[in-house]
């Protein structure tokens, strides 16, 4: 019989921490859920990432009023998946921030990857009848822009592809700390399907060389200190590259996706097995691996016809 597809039956609700990981610096975690994260400066209040609706958006924001009344003036969207953007709505910030490539991500592929993403993870999709529609940012950057809450800095950067071509992270230089989106990940699978495997791990030493005292990552727990700093890092690159060195091993000797999958279970499901979100990740991972070992530089398009028939070609 054939593995329930992605996270369809996982239909549990987790449990919500909001945790101060620097001066007015908040990370909002769920066991494993996409994150948020929340710099309060002097006179408003900066969101990193939306959640994938209004109604989860707003579980952020009830957070948000434990420790602050000031108004929410920018919302931050590391990449253009779903999951992490469907929810803009709620905040009414004035500035949705993106970069560059990520704006073109949303034309080329939002719609196509919100109908994928909704079959895949229906819980995260709650009341999912209030989005507007496709979320599109008020202010796009290329390379790095600053952005002052008063007197407090932050640093809006791409340091390069890894989990999708336009990934920004976020910098707070008063306090080090910073927001990765899902270029890191702390005991929690990472997504490859729209990733590029070959530049993941320069990427990640783009974000270990500002030497941050504190990280909130795309999931899992927030990292306080540079023991837990260096541990996430040093996993996401194991991960990644675990993934990658088979997959792309059997790509250029001529072998299948199937083979490369067997590989690939071969090398991750001793380390990682236990990670959130494994088993809904690996097949699109391995995919996109087998892809990109075979020249495909721009990952394809994943619609929601295709998740199924490459997880029935793996799994049936």
């Excluded at 996982?10 to 001066?23: L, P, V």
């Excluded at 990370?27 to 006179?43: H, K, L, M, Q, W």
């Excluded at 091993?249 to 071969?266: I, M, N, P, S």
């Excluded at 499901?269 to 087998?290: S, T």
Aim: glycine share 8%.
């Amino acid at each position: 019989m054939s593995k329930q597809f992605a996270s369809a039956g996982d239909m549990t609700e987790k449990t919500i921490s909001f945790s101060e990981i620097g001066r007015d610096l908040w990370a909002f975690t769920a066991e494993g859920d996409p994150n948020s994260g929340v710099i309060i400066g002097d006179d408003s209040v900066m969101v990193i990432e939306a959640q994938a609706t209004p109604r989860l958006a707003r579980k952020v924001i009830e957070e948000i009023r434990k420790v602050t009344d000031k108004p929410i003036s920018h919302l931050v969207l590391t990449h253009y998946h779903a999951v992490r953007v469907l929810g803009a709505s709620a905040y009414g910030a004035p500035q949705v921030i993106m970069s560059d490539i990520t704006r073109s991500m949303v034309a080329e592929r939002g719609a196509e990857d919100w109908a994928s993403e909704f079959g895949r993870f229906p819980r995260l999709f709650q009341g999912h009848e209030e989005i507007p529609g496709l979320t599109w940012p008020t202010t796009t950057f290329s390379e790095r822009m600053t952005v002052w809450l008063g007197k407090r800095r932050v640093d809006i950067m791409h340091l390069g592809r890894a989990h999708t071509a336009g990934d920004a992270v976020v910098h707070v230089p008063d306090a080090n700390v910073m927001f990765t989106g899902d270029i890191v990940e702390y005991h929690s699978a990472c997504y490859c399907g729209d990733g590029h495997f070959q530049d993941w791990p320069r990427t990640l030493e783009a974000i270990r060389a500002y030497e941050p005292d504190a990280i909130a990552p795309g999931r899992g727990g927030a990292l306080v200190g540079e023991a837990m700093v260096h541990a996430a890092i040093e996993a996401t690159k194991d991960f990644v590259t675990s993934t990658w060195k088979p997959a792309a091993a059997v790509a250029y000797r001529g072998g299948t996706l199937k083979q490369a999958w067997d590989a690939c279970r071969a090398a991750c499901d001793p380390k990682f097995r236990d990670y959130a979100i494994y088993e809904h990740c690996l097949p699109f991972n391995v995919a996109r691996a087998h892809d990109e070992a075979l020249g495909i530089e721009t990952p394809r398009i994943w619609t929601a016809e295709r998740d199924r028939q490459m997880w029935d070609a793996l799994h049936g």
